[in-house]
């Protein structure tokens, strides 16, 4: 059995097309998201790495980085490039979270990493969102590399199109509102405007 901790992947390969600049380095209270998203991480795995087609961009971030190993897949391209990167380090997985989300709860991050220890290859929050579930706050493991490269083959880049092929842990709605109220765990800034309305949560 794998004792190492899975690599906490922070998915940063997006171009920012609807912010106008790496939203990820925008200021929620007083910190940069991304340093939001950095603390909430390593309250559950000590091993960060960062998967970023700009290496310039994010060099004061000062994490290990990779840039997409596929371009042009977006998010599913970040997951499969991490997964790549941990199997090369002889991790398990990866606890994968996008690079923009300011209110990650580490008690539910944690919960998602312990479902590795029921043999799921994906543990992954149930959501009102349009996926049905949140796979950009996700466990991956690194038996999931197969399965993705089937997907790839057959032309299907969704981000969850080979979910199907693994072993898939759901945490159901009212565990993940045990943490907090899933529109504001899983807000996403995409946009200055949503910069605004997390500076507002924040405060408030």
């Known amino acids: 059995m794998n004792t190492l901790p899975p690599f906490g992947a922070i998915l940063a390969g997006g171009r920012n097309v609807r912010y106008g600049a790496p ?41 290990p980085m990779r840039p997409d190993a596929r371009p042009g897949l977006g998010a599913l391209g970040g997951i499969y490039t991490a997964l790549l990167w941990a199997r090369e380090a002889g991790r398990p997985g990866i606890l994968a979270v996008a690079c923009d989300m300011p209110f990650l709860d ?40 197969a399965a993705i490269e089937t997907q790839l083959e057959r032309g299907d880049f969704h981000v969850i199109g080979f979910y199907d092929d693994v072993a898939v842990e759901l945490v159901p709605p009212d565990e993940v509102r045990a943490h907090g109220d899933p529109q504001v765990l899983f807000l996403n800034v995409n946009t200055p405007e949503e910069r605004e309305r997390a500076e507002a949560l924040a405060r408030g």
């Open 106 to 145: 580490t008690r539910l991050l944690a919960r998602l990493a312990g479902g590795a220890a029921h043999g799921a290859d994906v543990v992954v929050p149930e959501s009102g969102g349009r996926r049905g579930v949140e796979p950009l706050c996700a466990y991956y493991s690194t038996r999931c590399i």
């Open 23 to 63: 939203k990820a380095l925008a200021m929620v209270d007083g910190a940069r998201i991304i340093d939001r998203v950095m603390r909430a991480l390593r309250a559950v795995t000590p091993d960060l790495i960062l998967i970023a087609n700009d290496a310039d961009v994010y060099a004061s971030v000062g994490l």
